[in-house]
Nanobody, 122 residues
Framework: QVQLMESGGGSVQAGGSLRLSCVGS????????VGWFRQDPGKEREAVAA??????YYADSVKGRFTLSQDTAENSVYLQMNNLKPEDNATYYC?????????????????WGQGTQVTVSS
């Protein structure tokens, strides 16, 4: 069982930046197969970005603002979020253990973290 731990969430003003981290607990965690999703209460979980089977993907809403990076030695994947907007408010989840399918679909990942809250004020 791969355990994932997110960190780096917080409260910022619009235009600010945050860097989320996702650390995997076991050797089975692969930094070339990690997704980031977000969810607001009452809304569906939305795919934000992923390194999926080795290739990077971004949702249109975050392209040019969010950037993925990875550190194999630290078993970590990072999501740098710049120029944050109020619509980025959500709990952000890290997912790993890519299966076949689309990077955008939650069911394409086997393991999930507990989430970290991002709050952007206008």
């Amino acid at each position: 069982q791969v355990q994932l731990m997110e960190s780096g969430g917080g409260s910022v003003q619009a235009g600010g930046s945050l860097r989320l981290s996702c650390v995997g607990s076991k050797y089975a965690f692969r930094v070339d197969c990690v997704g980031w999703f977000r969810q607001d209460p009452g809304k569906e979980r939305e795919a934000v970005a992923a390194i999926f089977h080795g290739s990077p993907y971004y949702a249109d809403s975050v392209k040019g603002r969010f950037t993925l990076s990875q550190d194999t030695a630290e078993n970590s994947v990072y999501l740098q979020m710049n120029n944050l907007k109020p619509e980025d408010n959500a709990t952000y989840y890290c997912a790993a253990g890519c299966r076949s399918g689309s990077w955008r679909v939650a069911g394409s990942y086997a393991y999930w973290g507990q989430g970290t809250q991002v709050t952007v004020s206008s």
